[in-house]
């Protein structure tokens, strides 16, 4: 017959067991990420109200009628170069929104509007895989300008001022990247009204869907991508084209619902996309005067602010370290150090001359 386990040998064992399910359950539960997650989503595109009024430039004293024009006038001149580059439509798009979502992070005052659609225009053809050179936007460019101007058409000379804007152009297109977060992926709705044109049987309506693919092409030069999804845009587009060519839509059931889009969405779009035919054409060198006018009234507030500051920094002299007495303690430990030098230095002489004096008796 065999021995009963004693009580000790009982205890260990059921140590061992908890120790192995402990170690068993720490196996099972998935282990926690110490980085932070990157959600990459369509929707992120769609901005939140918050960062859309107010704008950065309206914060600075811009009035949102300069900023309307500086919004059209620069989607504008990156559709006029991507026709001249022989960009797709796609890579003009991408760069109109990259121009719109950035000038939602940062200020028209601030940073140069004519030098962040050149960066949003190299962007944009590298997303879509359709690279061009920065040498050749800048020629493009330079061409808008001078024929818009009435100016004799020249070649840019490769001078210090055109490597100055190379670096500029370069500098911008980091910034662009950097301000969206390197969040770049845009749905574009240009696939969108073809397909929704075929669920409501148009399709075969080529007048009907030339005329939406127009309007939106148009509404590139609005904030409508920054606001809306592109569902909502495709069916604002197609709204304003059966208006116009007076075509009935499906009312019951309304044909937006098909497509998960609210009328007041769509309402809303529409107008946005109608004020822009119905505003007056400005020039860029006006757009530019402007900006140069709001970007001296900002410096010299900011100047005023800093010299406020310092004279108020000037008058509290109890707050600035040069007037508050030094520590007590402080000053102890340096006399300490420094008598602790004197007598360490004071030692190395007096073994100096002892060796000397050594040396000399045994010679």
Request: glycine share 4%; aromatic share 8%.
């Amino acid at each position: 017959m065999t021995a009963a386990p004693s009580a000790d040998t009982q205890k260990k064992a059921d140590g061992a067991a908890k120790t192995a399910d402990s170690a068993a359950a720490a196996t099972d539960k998935p282990q926690q990420q110490k980085y932070g997650k990157v959600k990459l989503l369509i929707s992120d595109s769609v901005l939140p109200l918050e960062r859309l009024s107010p704008s950065p430039s309206a914060q600075d004293g811009m009035s949102s009628e300069t900023e309307l024009d500086l919004r059209s006038q620069g989607c504008n001149l990156i559709q006029t170069a991507g026709k001249l580059l022989r960009l797709p439509q796609v890579a003009m798009a991408t760069g109109c929104v990259l121009y719109q979502r950035f000038f939602y992070s940062k200020s028209f005052i601030r940073y140069n509007f004519e030098h962040h659609a050149m960066g949003c225009v190299t962007l944009a053809s590298k997303i879509e895989e359709e690279p061009r050179r920065p040498r050749d936007i800048i020629n493009v460019f330079n061409h808008i300008r001078q024929v818009r101007s009435g100016k004799q058409i020249k070649p840019m000379i490769l001078n210090e001022e055109y490597i100055r804007l190379k670096d500029n152009v370069i500098k911008a297109e980091r910034r662009v990247l950097k301000e969206l977060g390197f969040c770049v992926h845009m749905k574009h709705p240009h696939k969108l009204i073809v397909c929704y044109l075929q669920v409501l049987g148009f399709e075969s309506n080529s007048k009907f869907m030339q005329m939406s693919w127009n309007f939106m092409n148009d509404s590139l030069r609005t904030d409508c991508f920054v606001r809306y999804k592109p569902e909502t845009i495709a069916c604002a587009c197609i709204y304003l084209s059966a208006r116009k060519l007076s075509i009935a839509l499906p009312k019951k059931p309304a044909w937006y619902n098909l497509f998960d889009v609210e009328e007041d969405d769509i309402r809303d779009c529409c107008y946005r996309i109608i004020c822009l035919y119905q505003r007056n054409k400005v020039s860029t060198d006006d757009l530019m005067k402007e900006v140069e006018r709001l970007k001296a009234k900002y410096d010299n507030k900011k100047k005023e602010a800093k010299l406020l500051g310092g004279a108020t920094g000037g008058s509290t002299g109890v707050n600035s370290p040069a007037s508050q007495p030094a520590s007590p303690r402080g000053k102890d430990k340096k006399t300490e150090d420094r008598s602790r030098s004197r007598s360490r230095s004071a030692d190395k002489k007096k073994k100096k001359n002892k060796y000397k004096k050594e040396r000399s008796r045994s010679v």
